[in-house]
Each structure stands twice: as structure tokens, then as C-alpha cells.
């Protein structure tokens, strides 16, 4: 099946210092998935962060950069400099972009990483 | 605004009982979702619905049933709680076609005790 692998555990920054959470993937059925990260603020629901369904391409959001390659079977979340309010769950996923299969965009998820910056 | 709402927040239930955890959005998606999460693992897929009137099973539906009424409602049902289903849950709905990242609710916690 797919599988999604990414930084266990919790991760410590200190503010304005430079962050990566690794995400690697294993799409077994699925030539080319769509990867996505989600994100979960303290008190709050599951927000989509970025997504990118093209390979090689790059996705960017609120600072955060992830670059979808195909030959690492990788998605690594990058950002420059961190803030205080970035602290939250981090959780690297997959979907089948084929509907045809009867995927529905189901998800595939990694088992998040909590992020924690130190101001 | 696309919504996904989720009721209750938190629940403590004890073993044997029937939990009900309820879900609805006004984003007019024909597919909605149920996950769970636990520590240590990603969110995993319980049931998801298709449009109203459907259910179909997801990669950990045993112990659970799901009940889609309508295009805005979807509930999760447990009918005899046990300890092991203590978790967040969360809820989420999605357009049916390719590439689309699903809406997520803020999550149920539930603790069966």
C-alpha cells in the first residue's frame, strides 16, 4: 500500500532560525501522487498549508516551501526563518489523483511532526 | 465561507455505550470523510461517503458505521464504544473530482472510558 514517512516526533527551533521536516513517500499504485502538507494550530482544525500535484514543481505558502521530487520520492516542508506563531502539527500527505480508481482523493498521511519554536 | 463543522467537540463515553459524532458543510462537496488520529500515527481513514445515501468503508472501519442523510450530513457511529476508539476525529468533505484537497473539521476528541 502507500505509505507516507516523515520527522518523527517534535521538532525544537529556535525563532528566525532556518527549519525542514522531511517527508518521503511510497506511492505503490500511483505513478505520480498529489502531496500535500496540512498543518494544525494549537485549538484548531487541519488546514491545508500547500499542495502540489505536478512533479518537479514547487509549492509555497505563508513562507514554507516544499518542492515535489519524483526521483527521491520526497516532499521536505523548508522555511527561511520561523516564527513563534508557526508552532504547530505538520503532516505531510498523498492522494491517487486518478479518480478513476474510486481513490475519492482519499488521503494517505504521514504521522505528523510537531514543531516548536523557541522565541 | 467553506465550512466543515463538527459536533460535539469533546466526548467522554463509557465502554459499551453508543457515541454518535456528527458532521456538516455547507461547501455543497459531494464527498465527505471521517479519519482518526492517534499519536504516533497519521490521521487513517474510517468511512467516506460519496454523495447522500452512500457509505463505503475506508482502511479502519471495523468497530464503526457511518450514516450520510443528506449532501450536508455525515455521522460516525459507534455502537458499543470500547477504550481502543479513544481519539480525535476528524471530519471532511471534498469535491469530487481530481486533484482536490479536502476541508477539514476542527476535530472531535472523544475518551471512552
Known amino acids: 500500500g502507500d505509505s507516507v514517512t516523515q520527522t518523527e516526533g517534535q521538532v525544537t527551533v529556535s525563532e528566525s532560525k532556518s527549519l525542514i521536516i522531511n517527508c518521503t513517500y511510497s506511492?505503490?499504485?500511483?505513478?505520480?501522487?498529489?502531496l500535500f502538507w496540512y498543518v494544525r494550530y494549537p485549538g484548531e482544525g487541519l488546514q491545508l498549508l500547500l499542495k502540489v500535484i505536478t512533479a518537479g514543481q514547487k509549492g509555497s505558502s505563508r513562507g514554507f516551501e516544499a518542492t515535489y521530487n519524483k526521483e527521491t520520492t520526497s516532499f521536505h516542508l523548508q522555511k527561511a526563518s520561523v516564527q513563534e506563531s508557526d508552532s504547530a502539527v505538520y503532516y505531510c500527505?498523498?492522494?491517487?489523483?486518478?479518480?478513476?480508481?474510486?481513490?475519492?482523493?482519499?488521503?494517505?498521511f504521514g504521522a505528523g511532526t510537531r514543531l516548536a519554536v523557541c522565541p | 465561507e467553506a465550512a466543515v463543522t463538527q459536533s460535539p467537540r469533546n466526548k467522554v463515553a463509557v465502554t459499551g455505550g453508543k457515541v454518535t459524532l456528527s458532521c456538516n458543510q455547507t461547501n455543497n462537496h459531494n464527498n465527505m470523510y471521517w479519519y482518526r488520529q492517534d499519536t504516533g500515527h497519521g490521521l487513517r481513514l474510517i468511512h467516506y461517503?460519496?454523495?447522500?445515501?452512500?457509505?463505503e468503508k475506508g482502511d479502519i472501519p471495523d468497530g464503526y458505521k457511518a450514516s450520510r442523510p443528506s449532501q450536508e450530513n455525515f455521522s460516525l457511529i459507534l455502537e458499543l464504544a470500547t477504550p481502543s476508539q479513544t481519539s480525535v476525529y476528524f471530519c471532511?468533505?471534498?469535491?469530487?473530482?481530481?486533484?482536490?484537497?479536502?476541508?477539514f473539521g476542527e476535530g472531535t476528541r472523544l475518551s471512552v472510558l
Open positions: 506511492a505503490t499504485s500511483i505513478a505520480y501522487p498529489n
Open positions: 500527505a498523498l492522494s491517487d489523483p486518478l479518480l478513476l480508481s474510486g481513490s475519492f482523493n482519499k488521503l494517505t
Open positions: 471532511a468533505s471534498g469535491e469530487n473530482r481530481a486533484n482536490q484537497a479536502p476541508l
Open positions: 461517503s460519496y454523495g447522500a445515501g452512500s457509505t
